[in-house]
């Protein structure tokens, strides 16, 4: 029963690293979705997708990158690590629109710091 | 565009009480409004959902909102609250879109 899986749990980068962010899900949903989530500013859309192949910005695309090969896969892409990309990021996947009358489901999180 | 409101960042309540989380949102059309739950060092979780009909909502663990129309408000209740609840919750707006606002969340905190 693992649902949206996302790896590492945790991770410390140095200025103008790279490095990606995994998720994957194993319930068939064609939607996924990167957020960040900030200290009193909530979650901010990154990136989504709503099948494989496609892929979109959302409020915050800037310094970051996803792809879609797969329905299961989401990996999110930081090409040159900044300090203002320290922050929480929840990956999210949902059958339909989660705008819609559907439910989204999140992984635990990559709490990733940048230094 | 839409937008959501939660002024309260944190509500400290004692255990066995009554606690409400006000949501507020902005939109000249009609939304879909949602709350959600996150527990410490967890993902998301949905709570409820309000799409149409009734304006009294009902989710999981108790809590239940209402969706005011007049005063664009869906706040959040539940009668009794328990240390188990202790989490952050976001109020969430959608558009009938692919994508959802969070408002910026209300940390609760329950007390012995």
């Known amino acids: 029963n693992a649902g949206v899986t996302q790896t590492p749990k945790f991770r410390i980068l140095k200025i103008g690293q790279s490095m990606t962010l995994q998720c994957t899900q194993d319930m068939n949903h064609n939607y996924m979705y990167w957020y960040r989530q900030d200290p009193g500013m909530g979650l901010k859309l990154i990136y989504y997708?709503?099948?494989?192949?496609?892929?979109d910005k959302g409020e915050v695309p800037n310094g970051y990158n996803v792809s879609r090969s797969t329905t299961e896969d989401f990996p999110l892409r930081l090409e040159l690590a900044a300090p203002s990309q320290t922050s929480v990021y929840f990956c999210a996947s949902s059958y339909s629109g989660v705008g819609m009358n559907t439910e989204a489901f999140f992984g635990q999180g990559t709490r990733l710091t940048v230094v | 565009a839409q937008s959501v409101t939660q002024l309260d960042s944190q509500v400290p309540v004692f255990e066995e009480a009554p606690v409400e989380l006000r949501c507020n949102y902005s939109s000249s059309v009609s939304v879909y409004l949602f709350w959600y739950v996150q527990y410490p060092n967890q993902g998301l979780q949905l709570l409820l959902k309000?799409?149409?009909?009734?304006?009294l909502v009902k989710g999981i663990n108790g809590f239940e909102a209402e969706f005011n129309k007049s005063q664009t408000s869906f706040h959040l209740r539940k009668p009794s609250v328990h240390i188990s609840d202790t989490a952050e919750y976001f109020c969430a707006v959608s558009l009938y879109t692919d994508k959802l606002i969070f408002g910026t969340g209300t940390r609760l905190q329950v007390f012995p």
């Open positions: 309000y799409l149409s009909g009734s304006t």
């Open positions: 997708s709503v099948g494989a192949g496609i892929t």
